[in-house]
């Protein structure tokens, strides 16, 4: 995929709060153009946050993404993909575990819709893990609703309070939904974390049939951890009091 109007809009809002001082890693080369079915709102959008600036100030010749991260204030970019076909400078395939070299690397990892295209999700989640330095964090934009056929996934929140907030013990700063098209009747909605409520998220009716992302940013903390697995927050609060292979496990790696 490539940052339009929405992904636009949290990114500038991002910008206003987040400034990182170190590398800044995009996850395939995304691009950048002005939709000009909503062309008036990027203005809309950066007088909103107090940024001097148009529109048109932030494209670049070949239609890529690089000179709008960096007049946000995220730095210079540096892409990672599978291959070199679009001029990435990292090349690293995201089923497989990064190299050494890329830990703890990264103050920004910015994805906008590449983990639904890769298969091994549990590795490229690890992979990205690691790849940030504590303090870093992970702003990623993927199909949550209306994308069949798009990628190999849809994707759920309960995989971000799941996965990045509980398991990882990350710091969850933002998961909502974010429809593609925002003059439709259905708006973004924020998620609350499930286990604080024992039950799935419900979300007929605030979910749209049309095309919506699952945004979400994540910071990893000196506290934040990789896991020794991850449970689904009802079931893991219906689990509670019982004997559990997730008990095994953790004996298991404990010796």
Same mark, same amino acid.
């Given at each position: 995929?490539?940052?339009?109007?929405?992904?636009?809009?949290?990114l500038v809002e991002l910008s206003t709060r987040f400034?990182?001082?170190? =590398?800044?890693?995009?996850?395939?080369?995304?691009?950048?153009?002005?939709?000009?079915?909503?062309?008036?709102?990027?203005?809309?959008?950066?007088?909103? +946050?107090?940024?001097?600036?148009? =529109?048109?100030?932030?494209?670049?010749?070949?239609?890529?993404?690089?000179?709008?991260?960096?007049?946000?204030?995220?730095?210079? @970019?540096?892409?990672?993909?599978?291959?070199?076909?679009?001029?990435?400078?990292? @090349? +690293?395939?995201?089923?497989?575990?990064?190299?050494?070299?890329?830990?703890?690397?990264?103050?920004? @990892?910015?994805?906008?819709?590449? $983990?639904?295209?890769?298969?091994?999700?549990?590795?490229?989640?690890?992979? @990205?893990?690691?790849?940030?330095?504590?303090?870093? =964090?992970? $702003?990623?934009?993927?199909?949550?609703?209306?994308?069949?056929?798009?990628?190999?996934?849809?994707?759920?929140?309960?995989?971000?309070? !799941?996965?990045?907030? =509980?398991?990882?013990?990350?710091?969850?700063?933002?998961?909502?939904?974010?429809?593609?098209?925002?003059?439709?009747?259905?708006?973004?909605?924020?998620?609350?974390?499930?286990?604080?409520?024992?039950?799935?998220?419900?979300?007929?009716?605030?979910?749209?049939?049309?095309? !919506?992302?699952?945004?979400?940013?994540?910071?990893?903390?000196?506290?934040?951890?990789?896991p020794t697995f991850a449970l689904q927050s009802d079931?893991?609060?219906?689990?509670?009091? +019982?004997?559990?292979?997730?008990?095994?496990?953790?004996?298991?790696?404990?010796?």
């Amino acid at each position: 995929m490539g940052v339009d109007y929405v992904l636009f809009d949290r990114l500038v809002e991002l910008s206003t709060r987040f400034k990182p001082e170190g =590398r800044t890693l995009m996850l395939g080369r995304q691009a950048f153009g002005i939709q000009t079915r909503y062309r008036q709102m990027y203005e809309a959008t950066l007088k909103r +946050h107090g940024i001097d600036a148009k =529109r048109f100030d932030f494209l670049q010749e070949d239609g890529f993404a690089e000179t709008l991260m960096r007049r946000l204030g995220f730095g210079e @970019i540096e892409t990672m993909d599978f291959s070199d076909y679009e001029g990435a400078q990292v @090349i +690293h395939d995201l089923n497989t575990l990064p190299d050494e070299s890329l830990e703890n690397q990264f103050d920004l @990892i910015f994805d906008g819709g590449t $983990v639904e295209h890769v298969f091994n999700v549990p590795n490229e989640l690890e992979g @990205i893990f690691r790849m940030l330095k504590p303090g870093g =964090r992970f $702003v990623s934009a993927n199909g949550l609703n209306g994308w069949y056929g798009h990628g190999m996934y849809q994707f759920n929140p309960e995989l971000v309070w !799941t996965f990045w907030g =509980r398991a990882c013990n990350c710091r969850v700063i933002d998961c909502r939904a974010v429809p593609v098209e925002p003059d439709q009747d259905f708006s973004q909605v924020e998620f609350q974390d499930p286990a604080l409520t024992g039950h799935r998220l419900w979300l007929k009716g605030k979910i749209g049939p049309g095309r !919506t992302y699952l945004y979400y940013e994540v910071e990893k903390t000196d506290e934040s951890h990789l896991p020794t697995f991850a449970l689904q927050s009802d079931y893991e609060t219906k689990w509670a009091g +019982h004997d559990t292979a997730g008990e095994t496990r953790l004996q298991q790696a404990r010796g």
